[in-house]
């Protein structure tokens, strides 16, 4: 079945330092979103992106899209520690709603 | 803003117990959907419903009922509770049936502890 693995699982920074996470499927995506949910919280949209190759950008955060749309990145840059959270991506492959959720990283930032 | 609420933020239950939670939504949605979510292993989807009394099986709906008899509220129920479904359970909803590609809302979760 479709799967969307998600690495690394944890990572712990300095603040200041950047951050990635990726996302990659098993199968071709019709789309894919991105939720960041904070300790104790629930998921939260941050963004979605459904072109081959699409960047988009929200302040220090960026997120791709890959070209054959099975991959998918989110990168921030110089981590602060309202950053702290879990974030997931979310796919879809057959138009429906049985999306696939990566299985999260996890992110601490050291102050 | 969307509020998204379910019935308790955590609940211990025993071992074949009847358990009920509950989802309400209100923004007329029309999807409604239940995931548990595990270390390691993500949000998984259990049920999900486009319509009032409409419901299709997720992931691992074994083990998992529901019920949508009006629009705002869908209800997740363990007909016997295990302790393997001690887990946290969200609750998500978005707004229109024929849109996979909408985002999502949560709700903010409810600990379960099955003993």
């Known amino acids: 079945g479709q799967q969307v693995m998600q690495i690394p699982q944890y990572q712990h920074v300095q603040e200041g330092e950047d951050f990635t996470t990726y996302c990659n499927s098993s199968?071709?995506?019709?789309?894919i979103q991105w939720y960041k949910q904070r300790p104790g919280g629930h998921p939260v949209f941050l963004i979605q992106?459904?072109?081959?190759?699409e960047v988009k950008k929200q302040k220090r955060l960026t997120f791709q899209f890959g070209e054959a749309k099975k991959n998918s990145s989110l990168h921030i840059t110089a981590t602060q520690t309202t950053d702290v959270g879990t974030y997931f991506c979310?796919?879809?492959?057959?138009?429906?709603?049985?999306?696939?959720f990566g299985t999260g990283t996890r992110l601490k930032v050291l102050a | 803003d969307v509020k998204v609420t379910q019935s308790s933020r955590y609940l211990v239950k025993r071992t074949g117990e009847k358990v009920f939670l509950e989802c309400v939504q209100d923004?007329?949605?029309?999807?409604m959907f239940w995931y548990r979510q595990d270390p390691g292993l993500g949000l998984r989807l259990i049920y999900f419903?486009?319509?009032?009394?409409?419901?299709e099986k997720g992931d691992i709906p074994e083990g998992y009922s529901v019920s949508r008899e009006k629009k705002e509220r869908f209800s997740l129920i363990l007909e016997s509770a295990s302790t393997n479904q001690t887990s946290m359970y969200l609750c998500?909803?978005?707004?229109?049936?024929?849109?996979?590609?909408?985002?999502?809302?949560f709700g903010p979760g409810t600990r379960l502890l099955v003993l």
């Open positions: 998500a909803s978005s707004p229109h049936r024929a849109d996979p590609e909408e985002t999502q809302y």
């Open positions: 199968t071709t995506l019709s789309n």
């Open positions: 992106l459904v072109k081959s190759g």
């Open positions: 979310r796919g879809d492959a057959s138009g429906t709603y049985k999306y696939i």
């Open positions: 923004m007329d949605h029309e999807n």
């Open positions: 419903s486009y319509d009032v009394k409409m419901k």
